[in-house]
């Protein structure tokens, strides 16, 4: 068994305190509940996998309007038709994007049939223009991803002979990434051409989360194949990355890759630079590395020191720390989930929930939404089917087993139906207001939303091993192998220390002493931990006859009580 410092060991130290406040019967209301749940979660996933397969495949993306396929992803950004050869069929790329979620819903023969038509059919020597991170996380991940779940015997996956075709088509790929990291800089390209390399005036600007998000992938590629140059040029780029941020901590947004300076000066942990911070945290947890951790330390005290206000989290000017937008992205949504992998659950449960009071007052989460105005976005209407609030939930409630997570979930899958399910997969919505959709199933509805909802109300799979989630979903087992080094230390203050040597099999966050004191804080006594007091009301409904049926606020420990319309709330003044 390999030692971990998994998300759902991390967990464990909330599990432990909440644990005692269960009650028997309510745990068996929730298993039920959990169990439909699940099952209406794999009803979504394959209505969207089977309409990608009739009408899309092997094209890379379905359009559940006109049950066509696209090849030419916005936001994949790759593929443009006036690039393509005529006989070009696509990438496959739902269906690499979907083999994982096959995997964890238990679904062999799919998987099977994926891995062999891949094997057969896929090839990347065609003269396409991609986008280098999109193509990193969802075809590179998706493949290394599912290669790993093939070799791993506990899931027995694939019937017949496994000769690591996806692993060879990762490392095809690989390569095919390499001639984008040729710049002075060491920062790669955003687009490079599978056949071609980088083509003639290319643009030479990316975003940050394009040149500090490949880690993962390209140095579990490395780790894979034994050619240490894919880790080598993602790590060499992250580096020179962490080097040009500010004497704050903070970077920009957007970036010349071969003078090497910030085009875009406002810093947020939002889109164009999200999942840089993703990188950090999960490199350190999948390699061991302490510069990895370093560095996210640094990055992560200086988004809670400048962009943080209450629950909310605004952009900021990175040379001088000023604010500079007052906006919330649905991108955003996924920095609750990655708080709960460092610990900080507290800080997670207070950003969740107004995200989720936005997905709750327009139905599904806009793009943009104005915090200073208190409005929507007037152009940024849009929700394309985004992961990242169903991931946050799945991490909160692995942490806290807290009930009303799996309601945020319900309520979630309840929107996704009533509004972006048509007769040919889920549709895309164009204007949150009206609920106009748009005729686009992106494939990160299948390797992310569907399955984080489905990983919410049915954790088995995580349960068996120890995995990190690639930004885009894809499940990387974390491995003693690859580790170099244990940390010796974590934060100050109220993290406590790991011992060095005491991994051992089944070793935990817990074991480890790894995880942030459930103690209150003494210096910050005001500073709740939810869920260490939460106490479920006796219904889950939240009806009752007397306050003996109403439990503890989970959010500000403050007990409830039974009001005279037979409700539980916080109805006794402070
Ligand atoms: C996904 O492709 C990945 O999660 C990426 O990091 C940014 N967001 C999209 C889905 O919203």
Not at 70 to 97: C, F, M, Q, R, W
Not at 120 to 140: P, S, Y
Not at 451 to 468: C, M, Q
Request: charge should be negative; aromatic fraction near 14%.
């Amino acid at each position: 068994m390999s030692p971990s410092l998994h998300p759902s060991h991390v967990f464990l130290c909330f599990l432990i305190s909440f644990a005692f406040f269960v009650d028997p019967s309510s745990q068996h209301l929730d298993d039920v509940r959990k169990k439909q749940m699940r099952e209406k979660v794999r009803e979504m996933f394959y209505h969207a996998y089977d309409n990608y397969m009739t009408y899309a495949f092997p094209h890379d993306e379905l359009k559940p309007l006109t049950k066509t396929f696209t090849d030419s992803l916005s936001e994949l950004g790759n593929l443009k038709l006036e690039h393509l050869p005529t006989d070009y069929n696509g990438s496959a790329v739902t269906l690499i994007e979907s083999l994982s979620s096959l995997a964890i819903m238990g679904n062999k023969t799919e998987f099977e049939k994926g891995v062999l038509w891949l094997s057969e059919n896929l090839t990347f020597d065609i003269d396409a223009r991609v986008n280098l991170f999109e193509c990193n996380i969802r075809v590179l991940g998706g493949l290394i991803s599912a290669h790993l779940l093939a070799i791993d015997p506990t899931n027995r996956l694939i019937q017949g002979s496994y000769n690591n075709q996806l692993l060879h088509l990762a490392e095809d790929l690989g390569k095919r990434f390499l001639p984008a990291f040729e710049t002075p800089t060491g920062l790669p390209y955003a687009w490079i051409n599978f056949k071609n390399g980088v083509m003639e005036n290319e643009t030479t600007q990316t975003s940050t989360s394009g040149c500090g998000s490949l880690i993962l992938e390209m140095g579990a590629l490395s780790r894979l194949t034994g050619d240490p140059r894919f880790e080598s040029a993602a790590l060499r780029a992250l580096r020179q990355l962490w080097r040009m941020r500010s004497s704050l901590d903070l970077l920009g947004t957007t970036l010349d890759v071969v003078t090497g300076e910030w085009l875009e000066y406002s810093s947020s942990i939002g889109a164009g630079v999200d999942s840089f911070y993703e990188y950090l945290l999960k490199a350190y947890i999948l390699f061991g590395k302490e510069d990895y951790w370093q560095m996210f330390r640094s990055a992560y005290l200086a988004s809670q020191k400048y962009f943080r206000h209450g629950p909310w989290y605004h952009e900021a000017n990175m040379w001088s720390g000023k604010p500079t937008y007052w906006q919330l992205t649905s991108l955003q949504a996924f920095w609750p989930g990655l708080q709960v992998l460092v610990g900080d659950v507290s800080a997670a449960n207070s950003s969740h929930r107004e995200f989720f009071h936005v997905w709750e007052k327009f139905g599904v989460l806009p793009e943009r939404y104005l915090l200073d105005h208190q409005m929507i976005h007037p152009t940024e209407k849009y929700y394309p089917l985004r992961p990242e609030l169903a991931e946050s939930t799945f991490y909160l409630y692995q942490a806290t087993k807290d009930p009303w997570y799996l309601d945020v979930g319900e309520t979630m899958v309840k929107s996704l139906n009533l509004y972006t399910k048509v007769a040919g997969g889920f549709a895309s919505v164009r204007d949150v207001t009206t609920m106009q959709l748009e005729d686009h199933q992106h494939s990160f509805f299948l390797a992310e939303t569907c399955k984080y909802l489905y990983l919410l109300f049915d954790d088995s799979f995580v349960a068996k091993r120890n995995y990190i989630f690639t930004t885009e979903g894809h499940p990387l087992q974390v491995m003693s192998s690859w580790h170099e080094k244990l940390p010796e230390n974590y934060f100050s203050g109220n993290w406590t220390f790991s011992k060095s040597g005491a991994w051992e099999s089944g070793a935990s966050a817990l074991s480890m002493q790894v995880c942030p004191s459930i103690a209150p804080n003494s210096r910050r006594p005001e500073q709740h931990r939810e869920s260490v007091c939460h106490v479920p009301d006796k219904k889950m409904d939240h009806r009752c006859w007397g306050n003996k049926e109403c439990g503890v606020d989970a959010t500000s420990c403050r007990q409830r009580s039974c009001s005279g319309v037979g409700f539980c709330g916080l109805w006794n003044p402070l």
